[in-house]
């Protein structure tokens, strides 16, 4: 596996899903980012790219203010990330609850 080096990578702390799902991605692609800094938050990952830190690989997030950073797409995406449902197994749920429920039981199912 490559270490990739010349640039400083800004990740967000190995805990999280993101990271792992960040650092899986880098390894597909034949190399390991070399991690600097870190933090909890995309925006203050964001942030540090923003003043000049370093580089991240990042979603994009709705109410973060991209505009001061230069952004790439990374295609093709090979990369799948588990999600959960979860609910109360009795008690009262609204009408939209059960709705959304029984739209994640039909299309994410196997």
Same mark, same amino acid.
């Given at each position: 596996m490559t270490? %990739?080096?010349?640039e400083e990578f800004i990740g967000l702390k190995p805990q999280s899903g993101l990271r792992q799902l960040?650092?899986?991605?880098?390894?597909?692609?034949?190399f390991t980012a070399n991690i600097r800094f870190e933090a909890e938050e995309v925006a203050t990952v964001l942030g540090l790219v923003n003043a000049g830190l370093g580089v991240a690989v990042l979603p994009k997030q709705a109410g973060l203010d991209y505009s001061h950073v230069?952004?790439?797409?990374i295609l093709p995406v090979r990369y799948s990330r588990k999600i959960y449902a979860s609910w109360r197994?009795?008690?009262y749920m609204s009408q939209a609850v059960v709705q959304f429920k029984e739209f994640v %039981?039909?299309?994410f199912t196997n």
């Open positions: 270490e %990739l080096r010349g960040t650092d899986e991605f880098c390894r597909q692609a034949g230069s952004a790439l797409s197994k009795s008690g %039981l039909t299309e």
